[in-house]
């Protein structure tokens, strides 16, 4: 696993990959409010390479912070997910 946070102003980014061959399940700590959450898979990549605009507008699955500001991400083998909020 490798993930990567931006921050500007009141906004995050987090960008999460799975460099791996099986499922993972991450812990988000910190992140303070719910998340949009898109995932780059193989069930997205054909999307995402050929019409990437669309790919980009879409909004994800919300996501919301359990107590203390933690969310679980599942991430598919080789997978990478981008978190908004």
Same mark, same amino acid.
């Given at each position: 696993?490798?993930a /990567? ?7 995050h %980014?987090?960008?999460?990959?799975n &460099?791996?061959? @099986? ?9 303070p409010?719910?998340?949009s959450?898109? /995932? ?5 990549a054909?999307? %995402?390479?050929?019409?990437p605009? &669309?790919?980009? @507008?879409?909004?994800?699955?919300i996501l919301r912070p359990?107590t203390?500001g933690?969310m679980?991400?599942?991430?598919p083998?080789?997978?990478?997910a981008?978190?908004d909020?």
């Open positions: 696993m490798e /990567v946070t931006f921050r500007q102003g009141g906004r %980014a987090t960008l999460l990959a &460099l791996g061959p @099986r499922s993972r399940r991450v812990v988000v700590r910190g992140w409010r719910s998340a959450v898109r /995932v780059l898979d193989e069930t997205t054909v999307e %995402a390479m050929t019409r605009e &669309l790919f980009r @507008r879409q909004s994800g699955t359990r203390g933690e679980e991400v599942d991430l083998p080789f997978a990478v981008r978190l909020g």
